[in-house]
């Protein structure tokens, strides 16, 4: 019988039960099922938003059509929701589950899986993509950004691969769990990057450091998941955005936080010669920026941001500070 995981102890069990398959129920999860038989728990799955995750069922029962059980559920909450397209990270053992529902693969690792559910597959959408982007040339290189918000730092990696390459893209993180939206951080990073000729800014996709393929990257978390995380991230970056957009090169800034150096070795690690690495800029961080906001010290977190979008970042903070005073 499949129940939903409401209580503190139900989910405590499952956090358990889940332990022993080295899966557990990250942050950000709103929904759990599980199936139990004779009061104990054999199987669970769990989604955050349109992303199915956390799908374990006990050794003993594998082959009693749980998983499926279990898949079909879930898809119905998610579709209940109003959503049309899911994916889903899973470990490889359940991709053929998954297939078997109608998902197709993304990519996966010797350990994990990412599928998809649509009408139209990442091949499709990142085609329409770059169906209308025209670049006469074939040294291309980009760089992925959070920018939150954008700091000299990063304008300095972005004019460095400007100054290094024909072109250059450089796509903002869609995923919107920052300080600033993503509408405001790709506003400035237009604005800030609007005297190089050969950038084009663009929104990362959901494919690109999202909840699905590196959520550690915005629960900051140390986890034992990052460095596969880190693999798929890279993985779709090397097989799907390098090909449909002629890539050659991609741009990393050095990193001074855990997470970020796995990142940045994994990238190193399958992109070799076609990863470029560049030394920080003094010790100018976002982080350091949004601290200085929230201690109202605006004049010292200007001090690290380019002058092009002083004004527009002042506007945007005083705007955020009249929505809040207004709640």
Same mark, same amino acid.
């Given at each position: 019988?499949?129940?939903?995981?409401?209580?503190?102890?139900?989910?405590?069990?499952?956090?358990?039960?889940?332990?022993?398959?080295?899966?557990?129920?990250?942050?950000?999860?709103?929904?759990?099922?599980?199936?139990?038989?004779?009061? @104990?728990?054999?199987?669970?799955?769990?989604?955050?938003?349109?992303?199915?995750?956390?799908?374990?069922?006990?050794?003993?029962?594998?082959?009693?059509?749980?998983?499926?059980?279990?898949?079909?559920?879930?898809?119905?909450?998610? &579709?209940?929701?109003?959503?049309?397209?899911?994916?889903?990270?899973?470990? %490889?053992?359940?991709?053929?589950?998954?297939?078997?529902?109608?998902?197709?693969? &993304?990519?996966?690792?010797?350990?994990?899986?990412?599928?998809?559910?649509?009408?139209?597959?990442?091949?499709?959408?990142?085609?329409?993509?770059?169906?209308?982007?025209?670049?006469?040339?074939?040294? &291309?290189?980009?760089?992925?950004?959070?920018?939150?918000?954008?700091?000299?730092?990063?304008?300095?990696?972005?004019?460095?691969?400007?100054?290094?390459?024909d072109h250059v893209l450089v796509f903002v993180l869609e995923e919107d769990k920052s300080y600033f939206t993503f509408q405001e951080r790709m506003s400035l990073v237009f604005l800030a990057?609007?005297?190089?000729?050969?950038?084009?800014?663009?929104?990362?996709? @959901?494919?690109?450091i999202s909840s699905l393929t590196f959520p550690s990257y915005f629960i900051k978390e140390e986890t034992k998941k990052n460095y596969e995380y880190a693999k798929i991230d890279t993985g779709?970056?090397? %097989?799907?955005?390098?090909?449909?957009?002629?890539?050659?090169?991609?741009?990393?800034?050095?990193?001074?936080?855990?997470?970020?150096?796995?990142?940045?070795?994994?990238?190193?690690?399958?992109?070799?010669?076609?990863?470029?690495?560049?030394?920080?800029?003094?010790? &100018?961080?976002?982080?350091?920026?949004?601290?200085?906001?929230?201690?109202?010290?605006?004049?010292?977190a200007l001090e690290y941001i380019p002058e092009s979008v002083k004004n527009l970042l002042v506007n945007i903070i005083k705007s955020k500070e009249l929505e809040h005073h207004s709640l």
């Amino acid at each position: 019988m499949i129940k939903e995981a409401i209580l503190t102890e139900e989910k405590q069990k499952i956090a358990t039960f889940l332990f022993q398959f080295e899966l557990e129920l990250e942050k950000g999860i709103d929904l759990t099922l599980y199936y139990e038989e004779n009061g @104990r728990i054999v199987g669970t799955i769990s989604k955050e938003g349109y992303i199915i995750k956390c799908l374990a069922v006990d050794k003993t029962f594998q082959g009693q059509n749980i998983a499926s059980k279990l898949v079909s559920e879930i898809v119905s909450r998610i &579709i209940y929701e109003g959503n049309d397209y899911y994916q889903v990270f899973t470990k %490889k053992m359940y991709r053929d589950t998954f297939l078997s529902l109608g998902f197709s693969e &993304i990519f996966s690792t010797e350990e994990t899986s990412v599928l998809e559910c649509s009408s139209n597959t990442i091949d499709d959408f990142l085609e329409a993509n770059t169906r209308r982007l025209t670049f006469y040339t074939d040294d &291309i290189a980009c760089v992925v950004v959070n920018c939150n918000p954008i700091t000299r730092g990063h304008l300095y990696l972005i004019e460095k691969a400007s100054k290094e390459h024909d072109h250059v893209l450089v796509f903002v993180l869609e995923e919107d769990k920052s300080y600033f939206t993503f509408q405001e951080r790709m506003s400035l990073v237009f604005l800030a990057v609007k005297h190089l000729n050969n950038v084009t800014v663009l929104p990362s996709t @959901r494919y690109m450091i999202s909840s699905l393929t590196f959520p550690s990257y915005f629960i900051k978390e140390e986890t034992k998941k990052n460095y596969e995380y880190a693999k798929i991230d890279t993985g779709i970056f090397k %097989k799907y955005f390098m090909k449909y957009y002629k890539i050659k090169y991609r741009y990393v800034g050095e990193e001074t936080s855990e997470i970020m150096k796995i990142y940045n070795e994994t990238l190193k690690e399958l992109l070799k010669t076609n990863l470029i690495v560049v030394p920080r800029l003094d010790s &100018i961080s976002a982080s350091k920026v949004r601290e200085l906001i929230f201690e109202s010290k605006l004049d010292d977190a200007l001090e690290y941001i380019p002058e092009s979008v002083k004004n527009l970042l002042v506007n945007i903070i005083k705007s955020k500070e009249l929505e809040h005073h207004s709640l």
